[in-house]
Every structure is written in structure tokens, then in C-alpha cells.
């Protein structure tokens, strides 16, 4: 039982790891919009993008992905429906890192064509899916 809860520390880390990236690249991308093409300040968040999604959120979503739903069979709770809830919003954030990638894409190419504003509000959405999947695993209203 004690591996039950190294996998489950383990799960927390890489949540946390992850959601730090998820909150932290768009508001990387809102400067960066900021910067001049081809301008020095353009080129050091073009690699802190990159190595923020490669090294820290790539990684924390794969252990994620992988440590979750081994917790979940362990615990026995695959037939709650707070926790499929849960997989759901777990999903949006998958497709929201996605996103982000493809946005890293298209600034390292410098082709972004999204205003800062645009930014600042899709800041906003790991948020409100973290605050969903909180609520739900906590209160499991359901």
C-alpha cells in the first residue's frame, strides 16, 4: 500500500508541474507578442516557451496521464461519476496544452497573429478547469 501513495505524491507533483507551465506559458505569450520579430527579447521567449513545454509541462502531463487513472483502478473509484466529470475537464486541459504547443509553434516561426488580449484570456482557462477538477475531487458532489 505504501507504493499507493508514492504514486499518489508522485500524481500531485506532476500536477502541479503542470498546471505551473499551463498557467505560465500564456502569459509568456503575452509578452512575447509584445516583442519586435527577430528582436533578442523575441528570441529568449521563443526558447523559454519551448523549454517550459519540453522539459517541464510535456513531461508532467505524460506522468499525469499515466499515474491517474492507475490511482483511480487502485482506489476502486471508476464507477464514481465525479471522477469521469473530473476525466472530462482533465481532457480540456489536455486539449488546451495542445493548444498552447501549436501556438509555440507558430511564434517560434514568427507567425503568431493573436493580440496580447486573446492571451490574457486564454490565460484564464487552466484556471477555471483547475478550480472545476478541485472542486470535484474534493467535494465528489456526485
Do not use: C
Not at 505524460?62 to 473509484?77: K, R, S, Y
Not at 476525466?87 to 480540456?92: D, I, R
Not at 498552447?100 to 486573446?118: C, E, H, I, P
Amino acid at each position: 500500500m505504501s507504493w499507493l501513495l508514492w504514486l499518489k505524491a508522485l500524481h500531485v507533483i506532476a500536477v502541479i508541474s503542470w498546471m505551473a507551465g499551463l498557467l505560465y506559458l500564456p502569459r509568456l505569450m503575452v509578452y512575447h507578442e509584445g516583442a519586435d520579430k527577430g528582436s533578442v527579447q523575441s528570441e529568449t521567449f521563443k526558447i523559454m516557451e519551448y523549454r517550459l513545454l519540453r522539459y517541464i509541462m510535456n513531461p508532467s502531463m505524460v506522468v499525469v496521464w499515466v499515474t491517474g487513472p492507475i490511482l483511480a483502478w487502485q482506489f476502486g473509484m471508476l464507477g464514481d461519476y465525479w471522477l469521469w466529470a473530473k476525466f472530462l475537464l482533465v481532457v480540456a486541459m489536455t486539449d488546451f496544452h495542445h493548444r498552447l504547443a501549436r501556438w509555440v509553434k507558430t511564434f517560434a516561426a514568427d507567425q503568431n497573429t493573436r493580440d496580447g488580449k486573446f492571451f490574457r484570456i486564454v490565460n484564464e482557462v487552466p484556471t477555471l478547469l483547475m478550480v472545476g477538477i478541485v472542486i470535484l475531487v474534493i467535494v465528489k458532489p456526485f
